[in-house]
């Protein structure tokens, strides 16, 4: 079963999107709050698609989408962004190092459901 990989520093996001992605078949979902425990999942795991927040500890989501993009085994994974950046550039900057979709908080789940659902099913 592929994995559903949440990277999200806030409990409360972390586990409202774990709800709302849940119930996504064929998948597990697994949320991790830093890049470093990202880095792990993704180098060991089947990862079928990442969740991302930009402002985590530590390295932030826009470094790893760059990561992702750049590994030849992950660079066509789905990768959606949820941010609360209040900075006009930030979805521009997101797409432009490789985010799959961007979302500002607050954010529908539902919606976001609905984009990975159509992300992973064009792969």
């Known amino acids: 079963m592929k994995t559903i990989l949440i990277v999200e520093d806030s409990e409360a996001c ?4 774990e709800i709302a992605l849940s119930s996504i078949p064929g998948f597990q979902v697994v949320s991790v709050p830093s890049v470093e ?3 792990r999942i993704l180098a060991h795991g089947e990862v ?5 927040d930009l402002h985590l500890p530590g390295v932030s989501g826009l470094e790893l989408i ?3 993009r750049s ?5 066509a994974l789905p990768v959606v962004v949820i ?3 209040p900075a006009p550039d930030t979805p521009v900057r997101a797409l432009a190092v490789g985010a799959s979709a961007y979302f500002p908080k607050p ?15 064009a792969r």
């Open 48 to 52: 079928g698609a990442v969740v991302t």
């Open 66 to 68: 760059g990561w992702i």
């Open 107 to 121: 954010y529908s789940p539902a919606v976001v459901r609905a984009k990975l659902e159509d992300l992973l099913h």
């Open 37 to 39: 425990e990202a880095h």
């Open 14 to 17: 972390a586990s409202t999107l």
């Open 83 to 85: 941010s609360g950046d």
């Open 71 to 75: 590994d030849p085994r992950l660079a």
